[in-house]
């Protein structure tokens, strides 16, 4: 990780077993204690995201932004490029409205000028002044797997008293653990802080604990299991390759056996021949070595473009020096140690032997032959738990596209319109805002309908309690919340029972709510809900209003495709029934009857005729975001996809290679069966089913090396197992008619052969 001393840096997260939550941000209150207790850490940071509209400088823009809390800086040994970071006396609320700027913001909208340093921006209306630049590069844990960082860094405070702070948790925290103490000793330690909390604060505090993991491992152990498997699958490719190499290098020798005995006799030493034949070994080697490097350079940047935006630091992949000549040392440590054996052998010949006639049999002997067969069947073995392991992928991704996520993504665009706090503050400014926009979009040529809806399908939701009137509050009264603008269904193509949301929904109307087939199918399953109402929070909290359900949807899969619905409810946008502004839109989705990509222009101009500074933001058709939610399977299915192709031909090749040196070989030996009056179909059957007694025996030991290995890939598997009997089938199928291929090719060709040709020829 590119932070100083980083094996001493961990994340704490709390988690509370008795509401079965594994893992949750940390409490600004307990923070503020644990801050309070100097022999805990060395230094300890917290951050809090958030975004803010930058307006004043060209269009306006939302940009990310970190609060962060004094120890940021020292615990990621973080140094501004130009100018400083915050002072004690910034930290306190009324002087926290001073910025430091990302490196790439800089260069972006600012040109690199120095210059910004004591200027002003505009930020949600208010006016911040900037006092530093932060270092190129430089991300946060957080941001590992993205392109760029945050843009801005705010001094973090706490405008309430810990008290009403405790019950809330929005926090992330890494503290850089002390020299003296360990892991455990630091959990032991939160862990105690946590029970004389519970017992000072029961309310708040009841059944919270503190959970400390290594920072690395937090932020690879999601993508860990795919690199490895990826990693084993380079493995076997190169274990194939290396069985090929060790082949060739064998029929190669056995072709040079009688010059290197004519060598020897006329007086050339062992070391001599040795080296000769190591020259040629690493001629092949460099030779390999420039293309191989050239396939990278061209290759590197296909995969990028393909690959998951979200894999730690995937943005610093590339061609480095290091990997080069990490590269060549394979390479060359591949053909010494696969080439030093037939090297070996051929450099030290039988004169008596090889001057002779028959030399041409002997280097066919059977030892050599048994040799190059196990090297032939462990290729085929290889290959075949390769393509085992992407044909389980290829199945699992086809099982993942086949899902319904609910709604028809085609001809749909959606765009990020978030309403600053500062100038919307008030649920119905918010409402009016998006009232009007809808009013100039729906009326677009080539705009089928418009709505607004607080989050995108695959793109994550908010949930909490709710309780229904007549029956008492449990634990699993828990469900997602979205405001929406009457069309929303309609524009997603949801299919509705009951009534839409109408215009007519208002403030001043009847609290209506709309309930997902999840949410109908868990809580009233036995009876029809139209006229059940619910309300937001629990049955006897009086600040919510009770919401009458006129209509259950279909479900829609928020959490990603693999994730199973949640019991969800809807309620009109311009019914404020909460005061959260995280349930309030953000999101406007058009469903079009032209290109969705045309009508982005005219769209930013019909919003900002409404407002000028509000910016927008993630202009994506549905498409893009059905594509994007699959981009990890996909990229993990391409890549052991062609790894599992290159070990297939390196395999054909490999048995094709060994039938042609035996043809070869055995010249003599046809020439005199066919002589004697053996069938073309008979010679044909004969090579053939040598070539195939291997790959046959290499397929079986293949599928057992595959039972074993693929079940470390079951994490990775989604809708099948990794025993599934079609892919198994399949791909044994695939390799045994390609390695029929590789079998008939040579020997059609030793079908040919002219007996008084061949037995002149020996």
């Known amino acids: 990780m590119p932070y100083e001393k980083p094996e001493r840096l961990v994340s704490i997260w709390e988690h509370n077993p008795q509401e079965g939550i594994e893992q949750f941000s940390v409490s600004p209150a307990n923070f503020l204690t644990w801050v309070q207790e100097p022999e805990l850490f060395d230094q300890v940071a917290a951050w809090q995201s958030q975004n803010l509209t930058l307006t004043g400088v060209n269009e306006p823009e939302q940009l990310n932004c970190k609060r962060v809390s004094k120890g940021f800086f020292q615990v990621f040994g973080l140094i501004p490029a130009i100018g400083r970071s915050f002072l004690s006396e910034e930290e306190q609320p009324g002087h926290d409205q001073v910025v430091l700027l990302s490196y790439s913001l800089w260069q972006r909208r600012f040109g690199g000028d120095p210059q910004v340093v004591a200027q002003s921006l505009t930020l949600d209306g208010k006016s911040y002044r900037v006092v530093g630049v932060l270092p190129a590069g430089f991300r946060s844990p957080d941001e590992f797997g993205a392109v760029e960082g945050s843009s801005l860094l705010i001094p973090l405070t706490f405008n309430g008293s810990q008290e009403e702070m405790r019950g809330l948790h929005y926090l992330l925290v890494v503290a850089r653990l002390r020299r003296t103490s360990t892991l455990r000793e630091t959990e032991a330690n939160l862990d105690g802080i946590a029970h004389r909390l519970e017992q000072e604060f029961p309310d708040s505090h009841r059944g919270w604990r503190v959970r400390v993991i290594p920072l690395k491992q937090d932020l690879v152990s999601n993508y860990r299991p795919a690199l490895l498997v990826l990693l084993g699958a380079v493995g076997f490719v190169l274990l194939i390759a290396c069985a090929n190499v060790a082949n060739l290098l064998l029929a190669q020798g056995a072709a040079q056996h009688r010059e290197m005995a004519i060598r020897a006799a006329l007086g050339a030493g062992r070391v001599r021949l040795l080296g000769q034949l190591l020259t040629q070994n690493l001629l092949l080697a460099l030779s390999a070595g420039v293309l191989g490097t050239l396939l990278a350079l061209w290759g590197t940047d296909l995969l990028l473009a393909l690959a998951p935006t979200d894999v730690p630091r995937l943005y610093e992949a590339g061609v480095s020096s290091r990997l080069l000549a990490f590269a060549l040392l394979i390479s060359l440590s591949t053909i010494l140690i696969f080439g030093l054996g037939p090297a070996l052998q051929i450099s030290k010949p039988d004169l008596n032997e090889s001057l002779k006639e028959t030399g041409r049999a002997l280097a066919g002997s059977l030892s050599r032959n048994r040799f190059r067969s ?389």
């Open 374 to 762: 196990l090297l032939v069947i462990a290729e085929v073995a290889l290959s075949l738990v390769l393509l085992v392991g992407a044909g389980l992928l290829v199945r699992s991704f086809r099982a993942i596209q086949a899902i319904d996520p609910g709604y028809r993504a085609e001809n749909l665009l959606a765009m990020n319109i978030e309403p600053p706090p500062s100038k919307y503050g008030e649920p119905q400014q918010r409402a009016s805002f998006f009232k009007q926009v809808l009013e100039r979009v729906q009326v677009l040529p080539g705009v089928g309908s418009a709505a607004v809806v607080t989050n995108l399908p695959l793109r994550g939701s908010r949930g909490g309690s709710f309780g229904i009137q007549g029956r008492p509050q449990t634990r699993d009264l828990d469900a997602e919340f979205r405001a929406i603008s009457p069309d929303y269904f309609k524009t997603m193509k949801i299919p509705l029972l009951g009534r839409q949301f109408t215009s007519g929904d208002e403030r001043t109307s009847l609290p209506v709510a709309i309930i997902n087939k999840t949410l109908q199918q868990r809580f009233f399953s036995s009876e029809n809900p139209l006229g059940k109402r619910i309300k937001f929070g629990t049955a006897d909290s009086g600040m919510m209003p009770w919401l009458t359900i006129v209509g259950v949807v279909g479900d829609v899969r928020h959490e990603g495709l693999t994730t199973e619905p949640h019991a969800e409810a809807f309620v009109p946008y311009l019914q404020p029934t909460t005061v959260d502004v995280a349930f309030l839109p953000r999101e406007l989705v058009v469903r079009t009857a032209i290109d969705p990509a045309s009508l982005i222009p005219t769209l930013r101009r019909e919003v900002w005729a409404v407002d000028k500074d509000q910016p927008i933001s993630k202009v994506r058709t549905f498409k893009q975001l059905l594509s994007d939610s699959l981009s990890a399977q996909r990229f993990n299915m391409l890549l052991l996809s062609v790894f599992g192709l290159v070990g297939l031909f390196l395999a054909a090749a490999g048995v094709y290679g060994v039938l042609s040196y035996s043809v070869a070989q055995r010249i003599h030996e046809i020439g005199i069966r066919m002589a004697l009056g053996a069938e073309r179909r008979a010679v044909l059957k004969l090579i053939v089913g040598e070539g195939m007694v291997l790959a046959l025996i290499g397929v079986g030991i293949g599928l057992i090396g595959a039972l074993v290995l693929t079940r470390l890939m079951s994490g990775l598997l989604f809708g099948i197992t990794a025993t599934d009997r079609m892919t198994y089938v399949g791909v044994s199928l695939l390799l045994a008619g390609v390695a029929l291929l590789a079998c008939y090719i040579p020997a059609r060709r030793a079908t040919k052969v002219d007996p008084l040709v061949a037995l002149r020829y020996e």
